[in-house]
């Protein structure tokens, strides 16, 4: 049976992708930095683990965790939108936790599940990053720290894209949508449901041929 592990699963977009695989009757793993308040992914079946994405030992306890098992395919999802502000209202602590959270996250917990993820079938890392993130499409201001965290995730993506295809593990980023959670608000185009559905049925398409690539929740090509 396919193992995806889906960081930061207790709520929003991670929640909704653990059901929608869940319900296909794949095994989730989702973590969650407070696992006691992951009573919903729990509930839906899923195996509930810990994880701080931020901590790096955090990351090295998960692998542990994980031990021997194969993770077939890894969703990097847990991230931050801390930073609405405009140019002069710009917090530089709050720059350096999106790019801790978004971006040295995503490499930290793959780095830490590369044996898993060679021990199984689709051998793929998705991480789900934003249009926010990409350079040609940006058209308005402000979000210094969330825009330049997810432009640089898909750097990261099609850097591992290189350095994991000896290995024969895939990464691709996605862009989920406009979706409403507690980051996307509401009046967003997407409920979470929906997205998970769609982000569900992408990413088991993905082929080895999709590596490096930027897509959005319906598998389109987006500009870098
Ligand atoms: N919603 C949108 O419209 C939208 C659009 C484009 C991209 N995205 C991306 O989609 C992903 C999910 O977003 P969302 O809308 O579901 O956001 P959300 O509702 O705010 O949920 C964020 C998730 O990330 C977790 N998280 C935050 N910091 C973490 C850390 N240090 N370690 C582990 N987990 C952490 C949160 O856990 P806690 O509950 O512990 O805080 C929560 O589970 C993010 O990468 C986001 O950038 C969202």
Not at 176 to 180: A, K, L, N
Not at 207 to 211: E, G, I, K, L, Q
């Given at each position: 049976m396919t193992t995806y592990l889906i960081t930061?699963?207790?709520?929003g977009i991670g929640l909704a992708l653990a059901r929608s695989l869940l319900s296909q009757g794949r095994r989730v793993i989702g973590t969650a930095r407070d696992p006691s308040g992951a009573g919903d992914l729990a509930a839906g079946g899923a195996e509930v683990m810990p994880l701080d994405v931020a901590d790096e030992s955090s990351a090295l306890a998960l692998a542990r965790s994980i031990g021997e098992r194969p993770i077939d395919v890894l969703i990097n999802n847990a991230g931050v939108y801390n930073d609405h502000a405009g140019l002069e209202a710009t917090d530089l602590g709050r720059f350096m936790d999106c790019m801790r959270v978004n971006v040295a996250g995503p490499i930290a917990v793959t780095l830490a599940l590369l044996p898993a993820l060679g021990r199984g079938e689709r051998r793929l890392v998705v991480n789900i990053s934003s249009?926010?993130?990409s350079i040609e499409r940006t058209t308005s201001g402000g979000s210094y720290g969330y825009r330049a965290s997810k432009a640089a995730l898909n750097m990261v993506t099609r850097t591992l894209a290189v350095d994991l295809a000896t290995r024969r593990i895939a990464a691709v980023a996605i862009h989920?949508?406009?979706?409403?959670t507690d980051m996307g608000g509401?009046?967003?185009?997407?409920?979470p449901a929906e997205a998970g559905a769609h982000l569900a049925r992408t990413i088991e398409r993905l082929?080895?041929?999709?590596?490096g690539r930027f897509v959005d929740y319906t598998g389109a090509a987006l500009p870098w």
């Open positions: 930061g699963a207790n709520r249009v926010m993130g989920p949508g406009w979706v409403e509401p009046g967003a185009h997407l409920r082929t080895p041929a999709d590596s």
